[in-house]
């Protein structure tokens, strides 16, 4: 009997991790079902990229998964790669500030104080700033509400200076995005839990965060993100082993999805159609109105947002590096004249990465006020890059060799309202369009971890419907 087939739309770590756990589980259970995995472009692993040149790894997508969000290290342990697993390099971080670096303060969690001494002898922000953070500790909790946005509800807490100075920075980074415009709710929705638990955010992180562990050893403790040693694409490699040898069709573009009975016709830009008793779709958000365009409830994803970043990874003889900072890397807050956002010391967070005697740094811009600097040519790019770079670490020469890697409309924002239309959309799904799953990046974390995660719950989604 010819098995149905379950189709998975999008070759990214999301659809990749879909399509291991599914076909894990119709093995086990000997389900009538197989596995076809569509992707559109000619490889897999969506923003995950690794290249090899000149004895050098660089990665042009994210460099690394953060190591506490257990779905990623399962996967890492199911596929038998814990022995390939290297963790970052640890070592001072820096901020940015009007043009001058800042040791990022110890004792604080996504910029906010949970050692009160750290931050009073921090010279991040102004006495007055201090004071008017330290609020946080005696204001009343905010209304109870739905949702609002990040940035208001982290400057009626702190005030302006600690937000535009230590958090802003560091939040932005992470979703590429503007904390004025970003959900609290669909970002750090933890933050508004403990608020309204202890009235005070400081007071919930320090009676909520586990205790840095007291120890005697002079070793230095684990980083918080891991990678491999051939670099970030091992996990795709291996996910790409795992599936039958049937399961992946490249260079195949979804046109449309059409319901016919109880059934479903994916159809191709080759013109052919695949017939599937569920889908787990886990493209951008703008894809899924042209997909399922007889359904206006998709609709929704029209005017959800996304930004363009870029990265500049350069590659240098160490004696290129007048004045060589200790540490990892910094991150850049908006009152700065730089263009860049942050820069990662890859060869010190990843020594593995670069050869003895030379240095890999990579540097990001696309801050969602400067836009069009996405779209500059390479010249013009490595140029903006090293004029600030010359401001803080004094390097004049020009890098060996530079790889840019411009990711277009990659980063979905979560705006004000970003759970409810997801939610919206899966109640309308369920009714119109039963056995749809979507899941990916543009829906419930951008991170790594939360892709997997959201893969292997689209997974049970699809056999609860199927049985």
Same mark, same amino acid.
């Given at each position: 009997?010819?098995?149905?087939?379950?189709?998975?739309?999008?070759?990214?770590?999301?659809?990749?991790?879909?399509?291991?756990?599914?076909?894990?589980?119709?093995?086990?259970?000997?389900?009538?079902?197989?596995? $076809?995995?569509?992707?559109?472009?000619?490889?897999?692993?969506?923003?995950?990229?690794?290249?090899?040149?000149?004895?050098?790894?660089?990665? &042009?997508?994210?460099?690394?998964?953060? =190591?506490?969000?257990?779905?990623?290290?399962?996967?890492?342990?199911e596929l038998g790669l814990t022995d390939q697993m290297i963790r970052n390099g640890t070592g001072q971080s820096y901020i940015l500030v009007q043009g001058k670096l800042h040791k990022m303060p110890k004792g604080a969690f996504m910029g906010i104080p949970k050692q009160i001494g750290s931050f009073l002898r921090s010279d991040l922000v102004s006495p007055a700033g201090k004071a008017r953070a330290l609020l946080d500790l005696f204001k009343a909790k905010g209304e109870a509400m739905p949702d609002q946005a990040l940035g208001s509800f982290l400057r009626n807490r702190f005030g302006n200076e600690l937000v535009e100075n230590e958090i802003e920075p560091l939040l932005s980074g992470?979703?590429?995005?503007?904390?004025?415009?970003?959900?609290?709710?669909?970002?750090?929705?933890?933050?508004?839990?403990?608020?309204?638990?202890?009235?005070?955010?400081?007071?919930?992180?320090?009676?909520?965060?586990?205790?840095?562990?007291?120890?005697?050893?002079?070793?230095?403790?684990?980083?918080?993100?891991?990678?491999?040693?051939?670099?970030?694409?091992?996990?795709?490699? &291996?996910?790409?082993?795992?599936?039958?040898?049937?399961?992946?069709?490249?260079?195949?573009?979804?046109?449309?999805?059409?319901?016919?009975?109880?059934?479903?016709?994916?159809?191709?830009?080759?013109?052919?159609?695949?017939?599937?008793?569920?889908?787990?779709?886990?493209?951008?958000?703008?894809?899924?109105?042209?997909?399922?365009?007889?359904?206006?409830?998709?609709?929704?994803?029209?005017?959800?947002?996304?930004?363009?970043?870029?990265?500049?990874?350069?590659?240098?003889?160490?004696?290129?590096?007048?004045?060589?900072?200790?540490?990892?890397?910094?991150?850049?807050?908006?009152?700065?004249?730089?263009?860049?956002?942050?820069?990662?010391?890859?060869?010190?967070?990843?020594?593995?990465?670069?050869?003895?005697?030379?240095?890999?740094? &990579?540097?990001?811009?696309?801050?969602?006020?400067?836009?069009?600097?996405?779209?500059?040519?390479?010249?013009?790019?490595?140029?903006?890059?090293?004029?600030?770079?010359?401001?803080?670490?004094?390097?004049?020469?020009?890098?060996?060799?530079?790889?840019?890697?411009?990711? $277009?409309? =990659?980063?979905?924002?979560?705006?004000?309202?970003?759970?409810?239309?997801?939610?919206?959309?899966?109640?309308?799904?369920?009714?119109?369009?039963?056995?749809?799953?979507?899941?990916?990046?543009?829906?419930?974390?951008?991170?790594?971890?939360?892709?997997?995660?959201?893969?292997?719950?689209?997974?049970?989604?699809?056999?609860?419907?199927?049985?």
């Amino acid at each position: 009997m010819e098995k149905k087939s379950i189709v998975i739309i999008g070759g990214g770590i999301t659809g990749l991790s879909a399509a291991y756990y599914l076909q894990k589980e119709l093995n086990t259970k000997q389900l009538p079902y197989q596995v $076809k995995l569509v992707e559109a472009s000619d490889r897999l692993g969506g923003k995950i990229n690794t290249i090899k040149r000149e004895g050098f790894t660089i990665e &042009r997508g994210p460099d690394s998964i953060i =190591a506490r969000k257990k779905p990623g290290v399962k996967l890492v342990e199911e596929l038998g790669l814990t022995d390939q697993m290297i963790r970052n390099g640890t070592g001072q971080s820096y901020i940015l500030v009007q043009g001058k670096l800042h040791k990022m303060p110890k004792g604080a969690f996504m910029g906010i104080p949970k050692q009160i001494g750290s931050f009073l002898r921090s010279d991040l922000v102004s006495p007055a700033g201090k004071a008017r953070a330290l609020l946080d500790l005696f204001k009343a909790k905010g209304e109870a509400m739905p949702d609002q946005a990040l940035g208001s509800f982290l400057r009626n807490r702190f005030g302006n200076e600690l937000v535009e100075n230590e958090i802003e920075p560091l939040l932005s980074g992470i979703y590429s995005g503007d904390i004025d415009d970003m959900s609290l709710m669909a970002t750090f929705p933890n933050f508004y839990q403990l608020e309204q638990k202890y009235g005070s955010l400081i007071k919930g992180l320090k009676q909520t965060l586990p205790k840095p562990a007291q120890t005697i050893s002079k070793a230095p403790a684990p980083g918080a993100f891991f990678s491999f040693e051939g670099g970030l694409e091992t996990l795709v490699n &291996r996910l790409v082993e795992k599936l039958d040898s049937n399961t992946i069709m490249l260079n195949t573009a979804v046109e449309r999805v059409e319901k016919i009975e109880s059934e479903y016709h994916v159809k191709l830009t080759s013109g052919e159609a695949i017939r599937a008793s569920a889908i787990i779709v886990t493209t951008p958000h703008p894809t899924l109105p042209n997909l399922f365009n007889n359904y206006d409830f998709m609709d929704v994803f029209s005017d959800v947002p996304s930004t363009s970043v870029a990265n500049v990874a350069m590659a240098f003889d160490e004696s290129a590096i007048k004045q060589d900072i200790d540490g990892t890397g910094f991150v850049v807050s908006r009152n700065s004249d730089f263009r860049i956002t942050a820069c990662t010391w890859t060869h010190k967070k990843w020594p593995s990465t670069t050869p003895r005697g030379k240095a890999l740094i &990579r540097c990001y811009v696309g801050r969602p006020s400067d836009q069009a600097i996405v779209d500059l040519s390479d010249e013009e790019l490595i140029e903006i890059v090293l004029k600030d770079l010359n401001k803080t670490m004094n390097i004049t020469a020009k890098p060996d060799f530079a790889v840019i890697s411009r990711w $277009k409309k =990659a980063m979905p924002q979560y705006t004000v309202g970003h759970l409810e239309r997801i939610a919206s959309v899966r109640k309308e799904a369920s009714e119109q369009l039963p056995g749809v799953f979507i899941a990916g990046s543009s829906f419930e974390g951008v991170g790594i971890p939360d892709c997997i995660e959201q893969g292997e719950k689209a997974v049970t989604d699809v056999l609860t419907f199927l049985q």
